[in-house]
């Protein structure tokens, strides 16, 4: 049995980012294309909002959809490089290096695809932020289902 996403979190969560960012519901609901009584009950957790509703959010305030869904993580996207990089794991590997590859420089820990399909899918899922979502969500939740299984 799969685990459900508490949409009290969520709710929760949409009201911060409302507050944070000095909107009001009228403001808010508008720019996400529901009624303001819609969107109250998103905050009310009434209702959960949809996956383009979340990813319009995390999209135009520069919220991580971990954060937002979930609970993990920092709060904005800009901040999960940061907390990745003063990690104890970053700490310990000493200061950042970077590598030449096809005469590009990069960072040594980052991950170098070399698969044409796998290119095109990371390609596509830039473009196309509610696929790159489902995606992921589909991996989180399968990856979890099968950590059960082999506990």
Excluded: C
Aim: proline fraction near 5%; glycine fraction near 6%; hydrophobic fraction near 35%.
């Amino acid at each position: 049995m799969s685990k459900r996403i508490h949409s009290t979190g969520i709710a929760s969560r949409m009201r911060t980012i409302r507050t944070e960012k000095g909107l009001t519901v009228l403001e808010l609901s508008s720019q996400l294309g529901v009624g303001p009584n819609d969107y109250r009950k998103y905050e009310s957790a009434v209702y959960t909002p949809s996956v383009h509703i979340q990813v319009f959010l995390a999209e135009k305030f520069n919220i991580s959809l971990d954060w937002l869904i979930l609970n993990k993580g920092p709060m904005y996207r800009d901040q999960i490089e940061t907390a990745l990089r003063q990690s104890e794991k970053f700490k310990q590997e000493g200061p950042e290096k970077s590598v030449q590859t096809g005469g590009e420089e990069v960072p040594s820990d980052a991950v170098i695809v070399t698969s044409p399909e796998i290119k095109d899918l990371v390609r596509f899922m830039e473009a196309n932020p509610v696929y790159k979502f489902q995606m992921l969500s589909d991996f989180y939740r399968y990856k979890q289902e099968t950590e059960k299984a082999h506990e």
